[in-house]
């Protein structure tokens, strides 16, 4: 079987450090927010070249405690894409704040500037940018249309550790995390870094953030007994935070061989019944997701070959059982057709040219 991310495979080479460190926090016993949570928090604002980085207990965590430490007003709209993962959605919901959804680009995953554009509002107080499939949002057009604008950008950069935005050219490349005013990352295991359990992490240059994110992350205080606001139970465990910082290491690494796959894939499917993306060179491949309107026979082809794959997302987040009637009659042409017939291929770093080659093969005979 060809598997979608062998995460066994991807840290062979870590788990012997891995196993060592965590002994190490057995014998000294300090599981909660110990000096290697802090150690790894220094370490991810560095690599995201930002002064700080508050790590907490999962991505969904991150964006909700974000627009928490924002205290913004009950019913404030918050604008995020129609094409993204449940739990963005649900953190607005969860924050007493307004959803409104835009579409995404006909051939790229991220938010429409243009579609963008015409939503903003008087009300309008953040923007959660969806850095989707590894691909950074056009943040320079993004930030022309909200110049002069006091509007909060907000990265959900749960897919894109490590991706850069190219939009402002190459010479003025930014890191996932460091484009907005706060970023948000995820830790779930099958990210490009992943922990052994949950975990999250915001970035921001805000001090006066950091220390309010820092507060509400551990129930109102810094300190123990100290609950100086009300607070949640949001930490970053120190065994989790001890194995992304040994992961962090080949982060890089590990995205450059994503990229070798994605340049594979786009060499040698060649059918005219699959659309590829237009992606920047600053992605980073959490997804290689391909458009096909044969994708039921593509489907059967691949569970024949034992080939795993997703589906990013089989339901449009404005038809979802849960939310559907706050957008009643709502459509979003481009974020429906991506999750109708959209489908990630294989993307494991590991992947070897005869199983890339096997995919390619496959995906040309429909």
Request: with cysteine.
């Amino acid at each position: 079987m060809i598997k979608f991310f062998n995460i066994r495979r991807a840290d062979s080479s870590l788990f012997k450090k891995n196993i060592k460190d965590v002994i190490r926090i057995f014998k000294k016993t300090n599981f909660i927010n110990g000096e290697e949570v802090e150690r790894f928090e220094a370490n991810f604002a560095k690599y995201c070249d930002v002064k700080y980085s508050i790590g907490c207990n999962s991505g969904s965590d991150a964006i909700f405690l974000a627009l928490k430490s924002l205290n913004l007003k009950k019913n404030s709209e918050v604008i995020l894409p129609a094409q993204t993962y449940a739990s963005t959605l649900f953190s607005v919901i969860r924050a007493d704040l307004k959803p409104i959804l835009v579409d995404i680009q006909k051939d790229n995953p991220t938010i429409c500037p243009i579609s963008l554009k015409k939503k903003i509002s008087n009300k309008t107080s953040a923007i959660i940018l969806v850095h989707l499939y590894g691909e950074c949002c056009n943040m320079r057009e993004i930030k022309k249309i909200i110049r002069n604008k006091k509007i909060t950008l907000i990265e959900d950069a749960a897919q894109a550790h490590g991706a850069y935005d190219y939009s402002f050219g190459s010479k003025k490349r930014s890191r996932a995390g460091s484009i907005g005013h706060i970023g948000c990352f995820s830790f779930y295991p099958g990210k490009n870094l992943g922990a052994y359990g949950d975990g999250g992490i915001i970035t921001t240059n805000n001090k006066k953030l950091r220390e309010t994110l820092l507060q509400l992350r551990n129930l109102g205080g810094i300190k123990k007994y100290e609950h100086k606001i009300v607070g949640y139970n949001s930490r970053l465990d120190t065994i989790q935070a001890v194995i992304l910082d040994n992961k962090l290491k080949k982060l890089d690494f590990n995205n450059s061989m994503r990229f070798r796959n994605a340049e594979f894939y786009r060499k040698n499917i060649k059918n005219k019944n699959i659309e590829l993306l237009n992606l920047s060179e600053g992605c980073v491949y959490h997804q290689f997701v391909i458009l096909t309107k044969k994708i039921n026979k593509l489907v059967n082809l691949l569970k024949q070959n034992k080939i795993q794959f997703g589906k990013y997302y089989p339901t449009p987040i404005h038809k979802l059982e849960a939310v559907k009637h706050i957008f009643k009659n709502e459509k979003y042409k481009n974020a429906e057709y991506f999750s109708r017939y959209g489908l990630g291929l294989p993307i494991d770093p590991n992947l070897s040219r005869n199983e890339l080659s096997k995919i390619c093969n496959i995906i040309n005979k429909i």
